[in-house]
């Protein structure tokens, strides 16, 4: 079978974290973990990009606790890629906002609510302010933004609330705000979190208000995409893949089965040889259908169907 063309890249460049967020995939803290080094990540970029890589997208944990961030980001821009920068957004300053305006396409920052229920779901009391007052440096400085909300059964009906604090602020007005699908894993699974079938279709249904109402919104899910006719589907493993601070290959950063490893595998040979990767692409057209994260998280099963399908 043909190989796919590989379109989308996660970094997750650390697991360490100023935060210990209750949702978080990565179950991220202080923790010192065993990180890529730079040499790792360029040869992988390299790589990537002789695999048609277009659009790379750099996370963590929090990547600014890497010292050479600015490093990676350059040479990934030197690439003639497009990349994206995720982070909480605390550890903002002038210094790194410089060169995140020189090397980053688009900023992601994440909003899960409006005060109270930002602050509790993010650990800390005050973050909601803290984090306005980042976005505001960034929308002054132009950069792209788009912020996230993972969707979970405890702020769901924050996503309206949200939008119209947004909008009252002119955030809006230029940048979107992204919902993303709580996927039980990390630490939202130890913490008991979830997104129930019911207000998954709640949140479908204020998405869809929301669009009609103007509002620049956006359900990154893959059943919805398809639900809806607005894309395939799930394209982790097809055109999309995730490489993990340790360095393993995952089809996409919330599942967690491994590919292989970096350190000790081609990132090509990985893309072009996987049975695993071989398999998502036979079936992708066929039974899978709907998000493999939430499938694997349900039932180990990554050729199982979407629990909410």
């Not at 909008?167 to 008991?192: A, D, Q, S």
């Not at 809806?228 to 340790?246: D, E, M, P, V, W």
Request: with cysteine.
């Amino acid at each position: 079978m043909e190989n796919k063309s590989l379109y989308y890249l996660t970094i997750n460049v650390t697991n360490k974290c100023n935060l210990a967020c209750k949702h978080c995939y990565d179950s991220s803290d202080k923790c010192f973990g065993n990180d890529l080094n730079l040499n790792v990540i360029k040869k992988t970029l390299k790589e990537a990009k002789s695999l048609g890589l277009v659009s790379v997208l750099i996370t963590g944990g929090e990547p600014f606790l890497r010292k050479d961030l600015e490093k990676i980001l350059h040479y990934s821009k030197s690439l003639n890629l497009k990349v994206f920068l995720a982070t909480n957004g605390t550890l903002l300053d002038k210094k790194n906002i410089k060169f995140i305006k020189k090397y980053v396409d688009k900023i992601n920052i994440s909003l899960d609510g409006v005060s109270k229920f930002h602050d509790m779901i993010r650990g800390r009391k005050g973050l909601f302010k803290e984090t306005l007052d980042k976005i505001n440096k960034i929308i002054q400085e132009e950069i792209p933004l788009s912020i996230s909300f993972t969707a979970q059964d405890n702020n769901y009906f924050q996503i309206e609330e949200l939008v119209n604090y947004l909008n009252k602020k002119g955030i809006l007005e230029n940048n979107f705000l992204n919902i993303k699908r709580f996927i039980n894993i990390g630490r939202g699974l130890k913490n008991n979190l979830d997104l129930s079938k019911k207000n998954y279709f709640n949140v479908v249904k204020i998405v869809e208000k929301l669009k009609k109402d103007g509002i620049n919104i956006s359900f990154k899910d893959p059943l919805y995409s398809l639900k809806f006719g607005r894309g395939y589907g799930c394209y982790a493993g097809i055109h999309i893949l995730s490489i993990k601070n340790t360095g393993d290959v995952w089809i996409c950063t919330k599942v967690e089965k491994s590919l292989g490893n970096i350190k000790e595998d081609s990132l090509i040979n990985i893309w072009n040889n996987s049975d695993i990767l071989r398999n998502l692409r036979e079936k992708s057209n066929e039974t899978i259908k709907g998000c493999r994260a939430a499938a694997y998280a349900f039932s180990g099963d990554l050729f199982s169907k979407d629990p909410i399908f």
